[in-house]
């Protein structure tokens, strides 16, 4: 019985691994919102500080790494580990960026927030 259980045991935590690898690959969400000059991105980043995440913009690539520590205490045993450690992410921006303007984010409560300003091209025409 103390084999079956043990078994059972390891494959629940190897199936918790390879979901945590999917959701590290897939993750994070992003939802991008455009107004009139910015683009305004919000990033969900649960369980990661401000200081586990770094940002960086190449033309219109925005960079998003987080890594956080892992605790390796013995005192207790693991079953399953499903959240992410390692967010390593690229996004592509609809929008020309006026790269000199980009110089913070906001991290508060989980969920990043990036507010980007925008090249507008062309000229408003007023219709009458």
Do not use: W
């Amino acid at each position: 019985m103390g084999i079956a259980k043990s078994l059972t045991k390891e494959m629940i935590k190897e199936i918790g691994n390879k979901s945590r690898e999917f959701y590290e690959f897939v993750l994070p969400p992003v939802d991008m919102y455009f107004d009139k000059d910015k683009l305004t991105l919000l990033i969900d980043l649960p369980g990661f500080t401000k200081n586990d995440i770094k940002l960086s913009l190449e033309g219109n690539i925005l960079t998003i790494q987080a890594c956080k520590d892992i605790s390796d205490k013995k005192d207790h045993s693991i079953i399953c580990n499903q959240r992410p450690n390692i967010i390593d992410k690229k996004i592509r921006l609809p929008v020309d960026i006026k790269d000199e303007e980009i110089n913070s984010a906001k991290y508060e409560n989980g969920v990043l927030t990036v507010m980007i300003p925008v090249k507008k091209h062309g000229k408003d025409i007023s219709i009458e």
